[in-house]
């Protein structure tokens, strides 16, 4: 068989030709959509962090709310938030193409102007940027689309922040015209939660009336309550006065012994905001009487690598006796009754009957980590059966001012405590004073 032999030249032109063939366009990512960059650069970043927005942490349990990326849209839009100040103004956390009605949006600018809405987000760390900030206006102006791209990218990048100013402390009321109380400075490990009381003297020698109460706190603070002890709680569980008492040990653990004080608090006031200025209904004050001692009880949240300081303060604001028209008084309704099978979901409900006319203007809750949801109705008259408050925050419920709109119970009508816990153990659970123990308390005032 011949063989023919092929010019050089023809073999580098097939070569070429080869070349070419195999030859593609370079590949371009896709352009991510507005909420997966969203997701990618604030939310699982500042939001969906250690002890914060994730699944099975405390934050997320009270809030309901998980930023992870699998369900963080489903989470967010169209979702009616469980902070119940919010819910009362019918606040979706995202209503689309509303930024201003979006309870997310009013979180990451100035909560503050909102009685009950809470600290600003992220909580004890940095504010977003503002290019972040106006990035999910944009998203939430434009729909809250999960698809799609619908803001402005590059304001991601933007690293500039609005100027906080330094935390000035609360002034206290002028001399004669009230009292105030603090927590002193203290520190916050880094990414930790520190919950603390301490046991203050208001200073007041004579019987005061206090119809304000003004609380300010340095970033990074979950709440601020303040109680009081009735004059039946046993001397020897009364807490030291000014002794810093930790709920949560250094381990995570919690220091139960401090339960047995705690169980016969009664409730004075309290805010979850960094500065709330709460008046009581005019000519309604609460008496206090000589020597008021005043448990403070502060809570903050610091998931940043350093140090982060903690500071609340208190002002007691009082009149004189001659404007008074009702004294305020406190309501403590307390059912220790009922056993929670264990393995079980069950919900436990307590009628508390009025002997006489009571006007409640504050109502407010207690049960502990096995309570899932506590509410609150009328039982008997015109609004039998009414909800007037719910609370799925164990440790950190709200508190629900009624000063324009009170609740008058008439002799016979009362209050329905109806809480849902789920007993996970193996061990029936009751009424107990540690927090392996449950309970079923309505706090309010009324006159």
């Known amino acids: 068989m011949k063989h023919t032999a092929i010019p050089l030249c023809v073999l580098a032109a097939i070569a070429l030709a080869s ?77 689309p193409g509303h930024p201003e009605a979006s309870f997310l949006y009013l979180k990451i600018t100035d909560p503050s102007h909102h009685i009950g809405y809470g600290s600003r987000m992220p909580l004890g760390a940095d504010p977003l940027t503002n290019g972040q900030i106006e990035f999910i206006r944009q998203w939430i102006a434009a729909g809250a689309p999960k698809t799609g791209v619908v803001a402005d990218a590059a304001l991601l990048d933007d690293t500039t922040r609005a100027a906080e100013e330094p935390f000035t402390p609360l002034a206290p009321p002028a001399p004669g015209s009230g009292f105030q109380v603090t927590t002193g400075t203290f520190d916050v ?3 930790f939660e520190r919950e603390l009381f301490i046991y203050r003297a208001l200073g007041n020698t004579d019987t005061v009336f206090v119809n304000r109460l003004e609380t300010k706190m340095r970033s990074g603070s979950h709440h601020l309550v303040l109680y009081s002890f009735p004059s039946s709680t046993p001397s020897g569980t009364l807490p030291r006065l000014d002794e810093i008492r930790d709920l949560h040990k250094p381990d995570g653990t919690t220091n139960s012994a401090l339960f047995d004080a705690m169980g016969y608090h009664q409730f004075v006031g309290g805010a979850m905001a960094q500065y709330q200025d709460y008046r009581f209904p005019p000519g309604v004050a609460l008496a206090l009487p000589p020597g008021m001692r005043v448990d403070v009880n502060s809570h903050y949240v610091n998931p940043s690598s350093t140090v982060m300081t903690g500071e609340a303060f208190a002002n007691f604001f009082t009149v004189d006796r001659s404007e008074v028209q009702k004294l305020a008084r406190p309501l403590f309704l307390n059912h220790q009754e009922f056993a929670l099978p264990p393995g079980t979901r069950t919900t436990v409900r307590k009628t508390f009957t009025m002997p006489r006319t009571r006007t409640i203007f504050l109502l407010t809750s207690h049960m502990h980590k096995r309570g899932e949801r506590f509410a609150i109705r009328i039982a008997g008259g015109p609004r039998n059966g009414e909800l007037v408050y719910e609370s799925t925050n164990w440790s950190h419920p709200p508190v629900v001012i009624l000063n324009d709109n009170p609740i008058v ?28 123990d449950e309970m079923d308390i309505i706090f309010a005032y009324y006159y």
């Open 19 to 95: 070349c070419g063939d195999a030859t593609t366009e370079p590949t371009t990512e896709p352009t991510p959509s507005s909420f997966e960059s969203l997701q990618t650069k604030v939310l699982s970043k500042s939001c969906a962090t250690a002890g914060c927005h994730v699944t099975g942490s405390t934050m997320a349990t009270e809030s309901g709310l998980v930023l992870e990326s699998s369900v963080a849209h489903e989470n967010l839009v169209r979702v009616l938030s469980k902070n119940v100040a919010a819910r009362a103004d019918s606040l979706l956390r995202v209503s």
């Open 189 to 191: 490990a880094p990414r």
């Open 409 to 436: 119970l008439n002799a016979g009508e009362g209050l329905t405590s109806e809480v849902t816990y789920y007993n996970e153990t193996t061990e029936t659970i009751r009424f107990g004073l540690t927090s392996e």
